[in-house]
C-alpha cells in the first residue's frame, strides 16, 4: 500500500525507535554522497551549513571534497571544529552574510575567511576590521523567486544583497576600504522552479561585464529544488550547470581570464537524506475529521507551520501487522498551538493526507526533513532536541543525543530576590 514503510535505510524502524526513540532525525549517509556526486561538474561545492549544520553531517561533506558557506559566527565555529579552514582557493569556509557581529569579524580575521557581503556597509566595517579580505558581492538583481514568498530573496522588497544598481559604488568603496572585490554572488531564492533561470544568468552576465578584470569568481548561490511531492520531477542538473557554465564562459571572455564557478546548495544535498521518525500517540475524531496525534511538533519540524510545506508522510506498524485501508487523516503535534499541524497549506489551511489506517504506537514518518528540519528546531513548549542519528553500512549511530532538561535550562538564573 501506497505510503506504507517498514525499513529506513534498510534498518526495521520499530527497532531504530527502540534504540533512539521517537522523534528522531534519521539521516542516511549514502543518500547525501549520492546528491554530492551528481553536482560534480560544478569546480565548488559550497554546502549551505544552514540547511544542516550537524558537525557530522559537516565532517561527512568535508570527507566528500565539498567546501561550506558560514552564515553567524556559529557556523564559522562549526567549521573549524570540523577542520575547515579559511582562505586559500577554493577557501574551505566563505562568510554570506547582509551584516557582521563582532563575533563574526574576529573569527572572519583570525582565519582569513572571504567573506560575501549583502550589503555596502560590510565593505567598510571589512575594510576597518580585516584590510586585505577577499570579498565577493551578493548583488540582488532585482527580481527573485521561491517555493514561498518567505524564502525569495530578491527584489525590492527582500532585505538581501546588495542592489544591482549599487555595484559600481561598492567597488568603490572596496577600493577606499582596502579589500578585494574579486566575485559576485546571486541567490535569488529557494526551491524555485528554474524556468527563471536563465535570466538569472544573464543578470549574473550583465553585473560580471560591469565588473571587468578583477572577477575571479562567480556564485549560482543555492536553491536547487527536490521533489518534496513524489510525484514531482528531479531539477535536471545537467541543463542547470549548462546554463551556468555557458554564462561563465561568456564572462571569462568578457574578462580576459578563468573564472571559477561555484554553487552553494543547502537544501539539494541534505534534504531527502532525513526521515523524522515520529509515534503515533493518540488516534481521534474531531465532527467528521481524523487526527493522528504524534510525538514531534513544529519545536521539531517547522516547515510545514512556516511555509505550509508539504512533506511526504509514511505509517509503519508497530506490530507488523498488515494495514488494509486508507483514511483521510490530519496529522498534528503535541504543541498548545493550533497551527501544530503538518498537514497545511501555506497560510496555515489545514488539510487531509490519505494515510494508512494507524493505532496508537505506530509509527509515522516525515519524510524530506534534512534540510531545515533539525537545523531551524527549538525548545518550544520546553520540548527536548529530538536526537539525531546516521546510518551508514547497515548501522545507526547517534550523531546528535536527545537533549535533556537540565541543558535546556542551564542558562537560565532565578534573581536572588526570588529564589
Ligand atoms: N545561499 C544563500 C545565500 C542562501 O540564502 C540560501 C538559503 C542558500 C544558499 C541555500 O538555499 P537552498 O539550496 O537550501 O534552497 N528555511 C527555508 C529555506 C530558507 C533558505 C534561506 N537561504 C525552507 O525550509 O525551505
Known amino acids: 500500500m501506497k505510503n506504507l514503510v517498514t525499513h529506513i535505510g534498510g534498518m526495521p524502524v520499530p527497532q531504530l525507535a527502540k534504540n533512539f526513540g521517537t522523534p528522531a532525525f534519521i539521516y542516511e549517509r549514502d543518500v547525501i554522497e549520492k546528491r554530492i556526486a551528481e553536482?560534480?561538474?560544478?569546480?565548488v561545492i559550497r554546502f549551505a551549513q544552514k540547511a544542516c549544520s550537524n558537525i557530522a553531517i559537516l565532517a561527512l561533506m568535508r570527507k566528500n571534497g565539498v567546501v561550506v558557506d558560514a552564515v553567524s559566527a556559529g557556523e564559522i565555529y562549526r567549521a573549524l571544529k570540523v577542520g575547515y579552514t579559511g582562505g586559500g582557493h577554493p577557501s574551505g569556509i566563505v562568510f554570506t552574510a547582509d551584516l557582521f557581529d563582532e563575533d563574526a569579524l574576529q573569527l572572519i580575521?583570525?582565519?582569513?575567511?572571504?567573506?560575501?557581503v549583502g550589503s555596502p556597509d560590510?565593505?567598510?566595517?571589512?575594510?576597518?576590521?580585516?584590510?586585505?579580505?577577499?570579498?565577493?558581492?551578493?548583488?540582488?538583481p532585482g527580481f527573485g523567486h521561491g517555493h514561498s514568498r518567505k524564502v525569495n530573496t530578491g527584489g525590492s522588497y527582500s532585505k538581501h544583497g546588495i542592489w544591482h544598481t549599487d555595484l559600481e559604488e561598492c567597488l568603490r568603496l572596496g577600493n577606499e576600504a582596502g579589500v578585494k572585490i574579486q566575485g559576485l554572488h546571486m541567490h535569488i531564492g529557494s526551491g524555485s522552479d528554474y524556468h527563471h533561470l536563465s535570466t538569472v544568468c544573464d543578470a549574473m552576465v550583465k553585473a560580471a561585464k560591469r565588473?571587468?578584470?578583477?572577477?575571479?569568481?562567480?556564485?549560482?548561490?543555492g536553491g536547487l529544488p527536490i521533489?518534496?511531492?513524489k510525484e514531482q520531477a528531479r531539477i535536471d542538473i545537467a541543463a542547470y550547470y549548462g546554463l551556468w557554465d555557458k554564462a561563465r564562459k561568456s564572462i571569462e571572455r568578457e574578462v580576459g581570464h578563468p573564472v571559477s564557478l561555484e554553487v552553494e546548495p543547502g537544501r539539494y544535498l541534505v534534504a531527502e537524506s532525513c526521515s523524522l521518525l515520529t509515534q503515533v500517540r493518540s488516534v481521534k475524531s474531531s465532527g467528521g475529521n481524523k487526527f493522528y496525534l504524534v510525538d514531534a511538533g513544529f519545536d521539531t519540524l517547522i516547515r510545514p507551520a512556516m511555509y505550509g510545506?508539504?512533506?511526504?508522510?509514511?505509517?509503519?506498524?508497530?506490530d507488523g501487522r498488515t494495514i488494509g485501508n486508507a483514511v483521510d487523516t490530519i496529522v498534528a503535534g503535541p504543541l498548545c498551538e493550533s497551527g501544530d499541524v503538518f498537514t497545511q497549506e501555506e497560510g496555515g489551511v489545514v488539510t487531509t493526507r490519505k494515510l494508512p489506517e494507524a493505532v496508537v504506537g505506530d509509527y509515522l514518518i516525515l519524510h524530506?526533513?534534512?534540510?531545515?528540519?533539525?537545523?531551524?528546531?527549538?525548545?518550544?513548549?520546553?520540548?527536548?532536541?529530538?536526537?539525531?542519528?546516521?546510518?551508514?553500512?547497515?548501522?545507526?549511530e547517534i550523531i546528535r543525543e536527545r537533549q535533556t532538561f537540565e541543558a535546556i535550562l542551564q542558562f537560565?538564573?532565578?534573581?536572588?530576590?526570588?529564589?
Request: charged share 20%; glycine share 8%; hydrophobic share 40%.
Open 368 to 396: 524530506d526533513a534534512g534540510a531545515y528540519g533539525a537545523a531551524m528546531s527549538s525548545n518550544y513548549n520546553t520540548r527536548k532536541l529530538a536526537p539525531e542519528v546516521m546510518i551508514q553500512n547497515g548501522a545507526a
Open 309 to 318: 510545506s508539504y512533506h511526504e508522510i509514511s505509517i509503519a506498524a508497530h
Open 39 to 43: 553536482l560534480k561538474a560544478f569546480e
Open 109 to 116: 580575521r583570525e582565519h582569513k575567511i572571504p567573506v560575501n
Open 227 to 229: 521533489p518534496y511531492h
Open 122 to 140: 560590510m565593505i567598510t566595517q571589512l575594510g576597518k576590521a580585516y584590510p586585505g579580505a577577499e570579498v565577493t558581492l551578493r548583488i540582488n
Open 211 to 221: 565588473m571587468g578584470a578583477p572577477l575571479k569568481v562567480i556564485s549560482a548561490g
Open 412 to 419: 537560565e538564573r532565578i534573581p536572588k530576590t526570588l529564589a
